[in-house]
């Protein structure tokens, strides 16, 4: 196959408050002509890193220490500035992670559209304006023409996230970097999205780095794999021996950590442990202090690549050992008879109506959307309930009304009742009161987390406005606890937010919640932007909190192996009403109404994708 891109030796450091991180180590990778290379691995092991080095949109603390980077004849790192200009976009494009924080919020989503158009393409006036409709439509956009003139604040997460896809993919780049790229979308869009990327790649011969820590995805989606830790590459290998013959204990680790029906009321496989800070001088395998089969030659000798077969490489100083087997996991503890006792209802929503008002002045009416239509739920005392639904079907609105977090251009009808009090009619000391028992965890961490306060700072504000009875020795010991708890280290404390990754973001979002020890948690995405193996750590946190302490969820997600994991009641929503609800495992193996077998029917499947 013609080669499309050619990394060679690259290396990317990273200078922190605490010293210089080497990000990205030696790393070689080669895509060829059409083909979808996937680059998996925790957050914060360079993934990300390695993307923008290729575009040279590395932030101001960050250096190409050095490597090559080859795009078929052109050697990106001997351009300047001007000519990158011609090849971001047309010949490489990228969907960032986080769209919220990629928009140009004062601009409207056609116009930054259209930007792309017009600088890399001969389209002008009402042919460009026709171009940038059909992408939109293309990804899935409902309504595409009135969206031209929306700004990025008046969409939902997954709506901005097919907008900077629809950017990513205007001009039509020989390669796409495409990071988390399905991370905020429902499943149904994200099965018409990988459709859309498969058939441009057949249609142009289109590369793609996909950057992902959804594996199922991956299984689906890539040609080759490659397993990321601690700024090193582990494995690279074909996707399907890498998932039928994974050879780097890592690797094994994190196919064992998959949320699933079957480990209902058990503890998920989680890779114990915390990724090592890159500011430390390794010797040496990286990922021997987590790894149940480390030996003293693990510890003692520098650990390179070697060939076990056609293609897969590993580096392992004992791949030949554990080649052939799963890594052997402590027994799964069945957790079911911890759990509360108390069944009594906590929160009953009684036909919840939330409407928009928008636009409008003094002689035009303002115009109506109504966004929750009439929706009754329960949710007992140590149970879950789990919204599943499209993007923009009024999920993260019922959560954010209950908080009363929507905007004053807003009318809320119907009751909330939680431990027998209506939510609606709340002010002052009483609002304040019920937020120490429900808490919620934002979709976007970036947007939610004050940047100029430092993470002990962003933790310690709702303990100390909630509860001014805790002294500062007791926050900081419970602190350090929950930090161990959602896998950050306990420096993590004294640092800002931009100085993580997305994933690690998303815990700080989830500590936070968890500070002031609520009843209810909303939790509004809470996993899509991690990995697995953090995922299930969260995963086996959010279960082992509601076993011991009787915690609620409404959990609102797309991720349906999550959803058939933790949830205990599930409540299918389309177009702001509930069009199914019930026992969850009942609607995961027996839906009865017609749209939700059509969403449980586009859920990518890793057993299917291999088979």
């Not at 097919?162 to 950017?167: G, H, T």
């Not at 058939?199 to 990321?228: F, K, N, P, Y």
């Not at 799964?332 to 911890?338: A, F, K, N, P």
């Not at 004053?408 to 027998?420: D, E, M, R, S, V």
Request: glycine content about 6%; charged content about 20%.
């Amino acid at each position: 196959m013609t080669q499309q891109l050619s990394v060679k030796n690259l290396v990317v450091d990273l200078q922190t408050e605490v010293g210089m991180a080497r990000a990205v180590d030696a790393l070689n990778i080669t895509l060829n002509k059409g083909q979808t290379f996937a680059l998996v691995g925790e957050s914060g092991c360079g993934k990300s890193m390695t993307a923008l080095a290729l575009l040279r949109l590395l932030p101001d603390n960050a250096v190409i220490q050095s490597g090559q980077v080859q795009l078929n004849d052109v050697d990106v790192f001997q351009l300047s500035e001007n000519q990158m200009r011609s090849i971001r976009g047309r010949r490489i494009s990228i969907i960032f992670q986080e769209p919220s924080t990629s928009l140009n919020p004062v601009m409207t989503v056609g116009d930054q559209i259209l930007e792309v158009i017009f600088q890399h393409t001969d389209l002008q006036g009402d042919q460009a304006r026709a171009r940038a409709v059909e992408w939109l439509a293309k990804v899935g956009l409902p309504d595409p023409v009135r969206r031209m003139g929306s700004y990025p604040f008046e969409m939902s997460g997954g709506q901005l996230q097919r907008v900077m896809i629809a950017i990513a993919l205007a001009a039509e780049p020989d390669l796409l970097i495409a990071d988390e790229p399905t991370t905020a979308l429902d499943v149904t869009i994200q099965a018409q999205i990988l459709q859309l990327l498969k058939s441009l790649q057949q249609e142009r011969g289109m590369a793609m780095l996909l950057i992902t820590h959804d594996l199922a995805v991956v299984s689906g989606m890539a040609d080759q794999v490659a397993l990321m830790y601690a700024g090193q590459i582990v494995e690279v290998a074909s996707a399907a021996d890498f998932f039928v013959r994974p050879s780097h204990p890592y690797a094994k680790l994190l196919l064992q950590a998959l949320p699933d029906e079957d480990l209902r009321g058990r503890q998920l496989a989680a890779i114990q442990g915390t990724v090592p800070p890159l500011t430390q001088i390794f010797k040496g395998c990286r990922f021997a202090p987590r790894c149940p089969h480390q030996t003293d030659r693990c510890i003692d000798k520098d650990v390179d690549m070697t060939l076990l077969a056609d293609a897969h490489h590993v580096r392992c100083v004992r791949s030949q050992d554990v080649s052939s087997q799963f890594v052997s996991l402590p027994p799964l503890l069945d957790r079911t008879d911890t759990l509360s006792k108390d069944h009594s209802t906590l929160l009953s929503v009684k036909d919840l109506s939330v409407t928009f008002l928008m636009g409008g002045g003094i002689l035009v009416k303002k115009k109506t959307f109504q966004a929750v239509k009439k929706v009754s739920f329960d949710i007992q005392k140590g149970q879950t309930l789990a919204l599943v639904g499209e993007s923009g079907c009024g999920k993260t609105t019922i959560g954010k009304a209950l908080l009363q977090l929507l905007t004053p251009q807003t009318q809320i009808g119907g009751q909330a009742f939680l431990n027998g009090k209506d939510l609606f009619t709340l002010k002052g000391d009483e609002l304040q009161a019920s937020r120490r028992q429900l808490q919620i965890i934002f979709q976007n961490p970036f947007g939610s987390l004050n940047p100029r306060m430092r993470v002990l700072e962003i933790l310690e504000e709702g303990m100390k406005s909630l509860h001014p009875e805790w002294s500062s020795d007791q926050r900081r010991d419970d602190l350090k606890i929950l930090m161990d708890q959602v896998g950050l280290r306990p420096d993590a404390l004294d640092r800002y937010p931009h100085e993580f990754s997305g994933g690690q973001r998303q815990r700080i979002a989830i500590a936070r919640a968890l500070a002031v020890k609520p009843s209810l948690i909303v939790c509004d995405e809470p996993t899509s932007a991690l990995d697995v193996s953090v995922q299930a750590q969260i995963l086996n946190l959010l279960r082992e909190l509601q076993n011991n302490l009787g915690v609620s969820y409404l959990f609102v997600s797309h991720n349906i192996g999550v959803v058939s994991y933790l949830a205990d009641k599930l409540a299918v929503m389309h177009d702001g009403e509930i069009v199914e609800i019930g026992d969850a495992s009942q609607i995961l193996n027996n839906p009865q109404d017609a749209y939700t077998k059509s969403l449980l029917s586009a859920v990518p499947k890793l057993n299917q994708a291999l088979a």
